[in-house]
């Protein structure tokens, strides 16, 4: 493809490319190829290095190739298809720029334009993560000692950009299992409290439930069991995640793992509350009001309807964001 002036840009690369110093010591705007990997453009790099596969080598003012731009702008799917590509990456892997940083440094820097992809800080901190772990892959092994300018391996560097960001997904954290944990702790309370409650009393002679040959009873029964369980079990998740230590390696796994197991009891302890109740409310309605069963379903299902409604979506991106990690 060429340009309104009849140049052919793929031309232009080739020669950038072959400059002694492979580097643009004139401080020209950025190369469409440069320009396309900073901003994501994956269909122009992809046609650019299918073409000229040697434009990979050329290297900016600030001693950055294609893979350092990509890196620093958090673009993964340019750096996934250099990975892909047959392109050999160990000088591209092994390249420092003129700031002295290696591709694990730029990847412990905290983007200034970073997107928040994933709701909440401490997924977003578990995103720095894995990108911090992928970059890990291509770099050989003795750069994790490597140091910069300021004397700061890429690990030193991670850290010390993502404090703040760590202290807030540790507030976050905190403040989902709080208010989590509160309803799980009123679930608990209303299962245990049923339990002792058995519908139309209990026979004064033998002590068994009027109602025990019923099938609403059963299922009233197992459920109350299960949503006690696992609101029980929820509950204990949440409070270890609030007494955890909330190390930087924690966000990687352990801490989003915990999230998902806490929402995924969490939700089963709400569905058993509703079977419970339905099957309560089957017991206690007699035949003559069943016109009034279905408005009353209705309206018991309503408010749990909406607490999962609410909360599905975050319960859903923390759990793709886990598995993806695992």
Known sequence: METDAGIDPEQTYTSKVQRKDNIDTEGQPDIPLVAAAKHGIIEIVKAIVQKSPQAVEYVNDQGDTIMHVAIRHRRSEVFDFLRSSKIPLSRLARRINLAKDSLLHLAGILGENRVMSRPGEALHMQLELQWFERVKEVVPSHFLNLRDRKGQTAQELFTKEHNKLRRQG???????????????????????????????????????????????????????????????????????IMTSRFREIDFYRSLTLKLVLGLTTLFLAVAAMMVAFSASLALMVRQELHWAAIPIYFLACCPVTIFLVLQFPLYLRVALSTITSL
Not at 213 to 221: A, G, N, Y
């Open 170 to 240: 540790q507030e976050w954290l905190v403040r989902t299992a709080e208010s989590s944990s509160v309803v799980a702790g009123l679930i608990a309370t209303v299962a245990f409290s049923s339990a002792y409650t058995v519908p139309e009393g209990q026979n004064e002679e033998t002590g068994l439930p009027l109602l025990l040959k019923r099938r609403p009873f059963l299922i009233f029964s197992i459920s109350n069991a299960f949503s006690l369980s696992f609101a029980l079990s929820s509950l204990v998740i949440f409070l270890s």
